[in-house]
């Protein structure tokens, strides 16, 4: 045993009366005490006795031993590294101590320090495998320290998880990986998880600044910026110096006050405008995903507006890789879709609303978009005559003539073979068109998305000529004569 005389430092009147050896005697007394205490695992009452025998005898190295042994055990590691520390003071020789101040360092995260205790620990016991298990567990947790700052700066934040996740297996007091981890997680996503460990840590130490940076991070993120910035104001008030806190905490104002004038702009109908300010939004962080997501989004928005479509999709799409359930997203860009005849898009990202939110609006948008498409699969009648879908019955009319007399057969009388063919499809495509769109009870089913076959109207056995002839009046009611090359005259009987 490591022990040196005793003497009157700090020490109760009472005590003066008593000789070196019975304080001594009495000292040991309180060891065994807490060493029985210690057995029991009762790590409290063993600190308390531990206490007193180094109230008796402050010079005594192995109780400090003991008493950091205990601290250990109740993860008050800062304690304990100091009773170690007072230790080897008192007895550079004494082994445990050096062990125990090792262990303290390697749990508190400062494996340089560690490595040193556990060197001097195999000079006084070449052969101590504890020692030389934790040397090894040292240079691990530097590598891992290594390999987490290479990660962090090549954003690999996964990575920077995994290496703080070994390094706490030893070093579980080490409230720099932790904060490190749970950075990494809010810069992840994993918001819960970071705001988790965050917390731990403000319930033992709630002036840490790094803990209340990371729990306005979380908060920023997750787009609840007013309550992040009293976070980093109360971080920088702790630590005025935390570079971290001051930028993020200038981001946070800067992105609140740009999406702000956006919605304004939006508003007030100045898209072009609002369009600008959520472009210039998007560049202030690109690492706040889920604000983000609803700056393209809102883009989107406008984009829409602007009748940038291709634009809108875009951006859509940008905000859905941000925020996978962002339903908003999904809603703007199936629309998007639907304004430029996707149909099949459409009905994707309706499906995948409807899956999610089953409401009846997302079921009538869905029905709505599967109809269309359903629709787009058929000859577009309204296209093949040129027409918008509310064209009036006049409006049909006029565009018949026009395209008939265009694509007669008779007109191409004089072209090559395969140009004769391609006007007779035209032709009868035209009258075909004409010959349902001019029928209110076959517009009406068309339109409804019904399948004319399916209620008995047999579009391929329709004779082009008869609806030609109908239109313009009577049997060999005109002739096409050519006035020269290219150039035709009508003739009406």
Do not use: W
Request: net charge negative.
């Amino acid at each position: 045993m490591a022990t040196v005389g005793c003497d009157d430092m700090n020490m109760d009147p009472d005590m003066e009366l008593l000789s070196d050896e019975e304080l001594e005697r009495e000292a040991e007394g309180f060891k065994e005490q807490g060493n029985a205490f210690y057995i029991k695992k009762d790590y409290a009452e063993a600190f308390n006795y531990y206490t007193k025998a180094i109230d008796m005898c402050p010079k005594n190295a192995s109780y400090y031993g003991n008493r950091a042994a205990t601290l250990m055990m109740l993860c008050r590691y800062r304690e304990a590294l100091e009773d170690s520390q007072q230790a080897v003071r008192l007895d550079n020789t004494f082994m445990k101590g050096h062990l125990r101040e090792g262990k303290c360092h390697l749990s508190l995260g400062n494996a340089m320090a560690a490595s040193r205790c556990f060197k001097t620990v195999m000079e006084l016991e070449p052969d101590n495998s504890q020692a030389q298990q934790e040397l090894k567990n040292a240079e691990s947790l530097l590598e891992y320290e290594r390999m987490a700052e290479i990660g962090f700066e090549k954003r690999d934040f996964r990575m920077v998880v995994y290496c703080m996740d070994r390094a706490l297996e030893s070093a579980a007091a080490c409230h720099r990986f932790k904060i490190l981890k749970a950075e990494c997680l809010a810069l992840l996503g994993r918001y819960p998880e970071a705001q988790s460990v965050a917390s731990d840590i403000l319930r033992m130490d709630s002036t840490n600044a790094d803990a209340l940076y990371v729990r306005g991070l979380c908060l920023y993120y997750e787009d609840c910026i007013e309550k992040a910035v009293q976070f980093f104001v109360q971080a920088l008030r702790m630590a005025p110096d935390h570079d971290k806190a001051r930028l993020a905490c200038r981001n946070a104002k800067a992105l609140k006050a740009k999406k702000e004038e956006g919605n304004k702009a939006f508003k007030e109908g100045n898209f072009e405008a609002a369009y600008d300010l959520y472009s210039e939004a998007l560049t202030i962080d690109p690492n706040n995903i889920k604000t983000n997501a609803k700056l393209y989004c809102n883009r989107a928005t406008v984009g829409s507006k602007l009748k940038k479509l291709d634009q809108a999709i875009e951006d859509c799409t940008k905000a859905i890789k941000l925020d996978e359930t962002y339903i908003k997203a999904y809603l703007r860009r199936a629309q998007c879709y639907m304004d430029t005849e996707q149909y099949e898009e459409a009905v994707r990202d309706y499906e995948k609303v409807y899956q999610t939110e089953k409401t009846k609006e997302h079921k009538h948008l869905l029905k709505n978009a599967q109809l269309e498409l359903k629709k787009s699969k058929r000859k577009d009648y309204y296209k093949v005559l040129g027409v918008e879908k509310n064209a009036t019955e006049d409006e049909i009319k006029k565009a018949y003539r026009k395209r008939a007399l265009l694509h007669h057969p008779d007109r191409h009388s004089s072209a090559s073979p395969e140009v004769q063919k391609e006007e007779e499809k035209k032709f009868k495509e035209v009258g075909e068109a004409f010959s349902v769109l001019s029928d209110p009870k076959k517009k009406s089913r068309y339109d409804s998305g019904q399948d004319l076959e399916d209620d008995g109207m047999n579009m391929g056995d329709f004779d082009a000529n008869n609806i030609f002839k109908a239109f313009f009046g009577g049997p060999g009611g005109f002739s096409f004569e050519a006035s020269g090359p290219g150039n035709f005259f009508f003739q009406f009987g």
